[in-house]
């Protein structure tokens, strides 16, 4: 069994993640940054998703454990790519995510239906300890350019994205989800993020997309573990 920590306080989406990566790699053993003690808020300052997703990872990797990490949003082309980046502050500082759901109501309340067009992406990375005897194939570890954005060493680190397209719809509908799921209506399902149902939502999700990528990488990087 191989033990990794998901950099995250957010109760759904540890549940999330595990729910997915479980499902392709049972001998993982997916911990959370509470399960080592470690309670405080990571600061994102990347300028990108990769480099903010590398940022969380590396934390529970600076105190010797194999970090994974997703950094995700929502892109509104609308808004030349907002909120990207910033998409759980999206209404500033201490914002709830209803609070981030209003804004973007408000901020396109007026655009035509043609012109809501949106993507979330989801970048999952894995930063493994220095000491770590694993070292990750060139052709999955990240680029020299993000190594160098990140100052972390390319044999320890990599990140793989996911997407999906939709469309921002003008009031919240369903009950389920997170963030901003029930204000995106999903290209492939018909209906927003928040009517879908769990399994219906990890299939063509941003999130299930990227981590079928990372679940397919980690079982070529680890499957060989006892």
Known sequence: MTEMVLASHNA???EEVKRILERTLPDIRLLSLSDIGCEGEIEETGETFEENAIIKASVPASLGYIGIADDSGLSVDYLGGAPGVTSARYAGDGCTPADCREKLLEVMKDVPAQDRGAGFVSVMALCLPENSAIKIPI??????????????????????????????????????????????????????????????????????????AFSRVLGEIFGGIE
């Open 12 to 14: 759904k989406k540890i």
């Open 139 to 212: 052709g999955y570890a990240i680029s020299e350019e993000l190594a160098a954005a990140s100052g972390r060493k390319r044999e320890l680190t990599l990140t793989v994205r996911g997407e999906c397209r939709g469309v921002i719809t003008d009031r919240e509908t369903g009950t389920g989800g997170f963030g901003y799921d029930v204000l995106f209506m999903s290209d492939d399902l018909g209906m927003t993020f928040g009517q879908a149902t769990a399994a219906q939502k990890d299939a063509v999700s941003h999130r299930g997309r990227s981590l079928d």
